[in-house]
């Protein structure tokens, strides 16, 4: 079982940047396909990019595709989010896990994520 902690949230004003950091324990990491996450207070849990494991395709959701970019670091065992010209309706929770490949669906178990403030 990989575990996953996030770091890198805090609090940010509107069109602002943050780099978000997914550090993975086992050696499994480099053949996981990985995404990121985010949940909003009162709403579900929505899929906001993903990177394969075998050749770094990347997938973002409408919403941020342009503003924020998924790359990994093999050799760190991490996955990072970039979010440029952040909006306040990004604020929330941001959460890493492993996801099936080619799809939005995260396999493993959730971390404590990192929360992310855009202020207006």
């Known amino acids: 079982q990989v575990q996953l902690v996030e770091s890198g949230g805090g609090l940010v004003q509107a069109g602002g940047s943050l780099r978000l950091s997914c550090a993975a324990s086992?050696?499994?990491?480099?053949?996981?396909?990985m995404g990121w996450f985010r949940q909003a207070p009162g709403k579900e849990r929505e899929f906001v990019a993903s990177?394969?494991?075998?050749?770094?395709?990347?997938y973002y959701a409408e919403s941020v595709k342009g503003r924020f970019a998924i790359s990994r670091d093999n050799a760190k065992n991490t996955v990072y989010l970039q979010m440029n010209s952040l909006k306040p309706e990004d604020t929330a929770v941001y959460y890493c896990?492993?996801?099936?490949?080619?799809?939005?669906?995260?396999?493993?178990?959730w971390g404590q994520g990192t929360q992310v403030t855009v202020s207006s």
């Open positions: 990177i394969t494991w075998n050749d770094d395709r990347t």
């Open positions: 086992g050696r499994s990491f480099s053949r996981l396909s």
């Open positions: 896990n492993s996801v099936l490949t080619g799809t939005n669906q995260p396999l493993g178990s």
